[in-house]
């Protein structure tokens, strides 16, 4: 493709990509597909020769778009959103153009200090402690992993990563029971291991006890094991639970155990003042991870790890082979040092879009009308006899279900989960579920970047339109 052509393409291929945000929600928002349904359509080999350009983008059209799943879809309510927005989306284009390998200063210097100048601004607009740092990674999975190796190593004096394990006893890490998945995956990947992970019972509002994690902790310094980590959830996946940051954080101080803070999806609502009572006693933590591919507007992939200390995490990852080494390295930041990966891309640049294009005020304006939408939900819930609402809603996470009386746990988790599968048949709109105290509910999570009351209104009415008959619920 030579450059004329380029361009040429390029024009055609913004004009769909206009075309297709101004029609997202004309698409259902999930696929009527079978498995292997667009596999079958895809040739068993590649081609030998080059083929036409049109050739190309009419399979895209015609193959692939009508597989995939819109997260940008006003009617997407499933799981946690994975935001986009036009000024990230231009970003993600130049970002590709310049094509810009970010592993160190000198590969790239406006990419390390924009990074550097764009994560202290969201520290202080999020209420962070003004001494605290930030480096972009991919996902809080990567961050959080980071994080409980720096913790590893500082605890064992960065022994592990020379010598291994041997001559350490056994590792202890501590959560709720809600805890995210990435953290049992990071303690296999870090050799700490799953069973290793102590879940602590939640209150009557899914949030950790802190009087059971002490005990917890104390029994284990008894049986010889180390506390290593704590992990705090600003926002549980399942319900968006907020953890008690300050207690916890009193007992890492006090146990010297490393305090890490997933606030993944929940963290955006730092940017609003009345929420900031969820981070209270952080600065008693030791590290913080939130992701503005969640809910602030920004494509994935794009997750803030802010550290109290970074020099802990450069010192667990920092490894510098000659080819690598500059005469700058003492006065700059390197962030190939700041995690796992060596090859980093431009990440800043779409936070420094969204950021600049919104404002702090834009962003605000935005979360303030999507909790507002969510607290009209509510009241629709909560009207409604054969409905109810199984956690507090914080934020924009509503988990609900279907009741009738009479009928046992396993039978209402039948009906809801068949509720749920008739909606999203339909393509109009998209849910997900959770299991809170064994009992399924349906999670509706009011947070896609165009979302308005028209959306949530016509979700409700596919909602009671679907619901379970009286005269079917028997039995």
Not at 12 to 19: C, I, K, R, S, T
Not at 221 to 243: F, H, Q
Not at 359 to 368: E, P
Request: net charge negative; glycine share 6%.
């Amino acid at each position: 493709m030579d450059k004329e052509e380029f361009r040429k393409r390029a024009h055609e291929m913004v004009d769909w990509m206009a075309d297709y945000l101004e029609n997202k929600e004309k698409y259902p928002v999930t696929p009527k597909i079978e498995p292997g349904e667009i596999l079958k359509q895809l040739p068993s080999s590649a081609p030998e020769e080059g083929e036409d350009f049109d050739r190309i983008f009419a399979d895209f059209k015609d193959v692939i778009l009508p597989g995939m799943t819109h997260w940008q879809h006003p009617s997407f309510f499933g799981y946690f959103p994975a935001n986009n927005s036009e000024p990230s989306i231009l970003a993600e284009l130049l970002m590709s153009t310049l094509g810009a390998q970010c592993m160190s200063w000198l590969t790239s210097p406006a990419a390390t200090e924009l990074e550097e100048r764009v994560l202290d601004w969201l520290r202080d607009a999020k209420g962070i402690c003004s001494t605290w740092k930030g480096v972009i990674h991919d996902t809080a999975s990567t961050a959080t992993l980071s994080a409980i190796l720096a913790a590893r190593e500082r605890v064992t004096g960065y022994r592990i990563n020379q010598s291994g394990f041997e001559g350490f006893a056994k590792f202890r890490v501590y959560s709720s029971e809600h805890v995210h998945s990435s953290i049992d995956k990071a303690l296999r990947i870090a050799g700490i291991g799953q069973f290793n992970l102590i879940r602590i019972r939640v209150d009557d509002n899914y949030a950790l006890i802190p009087e059971l994690l002490e005990k917890a902790i104390q029994a284990d310094v008894e049986k010889g094991y180390i506390p290593l980590c704590v992990v705090s959830a600003l926002g549980t996946t399942s319900s968006t639970a907020i953890d008690p940051i300050d207690k916890i954080g009193d007992i890492c101080q006090k146990y010297s155990i490393w305090h890490h803070i997933d606030a993944a999806f929940a963290g955006t609502a730092l940017l609003l003042p009345e929420f900031r009572w969820m981070n209270e006693g952080h600065e008693k933590a030791d590290s913080y991870v939130f992701n503005p591919h969640k809910w602030m507007f920004t494509n994935f992939d794009c997750s803030v790890l802010f550290l109290k200390e970074p020099q802990h995490l450069i010192k667990t990852f920092s490894l510098t082979p000659e080819y690598l080494r500059t005469q700058l390295d003492e006065q700059v930041n390197n962030y190939r040092d700041w995690g796992i990966q060596l090859g980093r891309r431009f990440r800043a640049l779409k936070l420094w879009f969204v950021i600049r294009h919104y404002g702090l005020n834009g962003l605000r304006k935005k979360l303030r009308h999507h909790l507002k939408l969510t607290k009209k939900a509510v009241e629709w819930i909560e009207r409604h006899p054969n409905l109810e609402i199984l956690a507090p809603v914080p934020l924009n996470t509503i988990c609900f279900r279907f009741v009738e009386t009479g009928l046992s746990t396993e039978k209402l988790n039948q009906l809801n989960e068949k509720w749920m599968a008739e909606v999203n048949q339909t393509g109009l709109a998209f849910f997900t579920h959770t299991k809170l105290d064994g009992k399924f509910v349906i999670r509706w999570v009011i947070g896609q970047t165009d979302v308005e009351e028209t959306h949530i209104k016509n979700a409700w009415e596919l909602l009671l339109e679907k619901m379970p008959k009286k005269e079917n619920v028997q039995g």
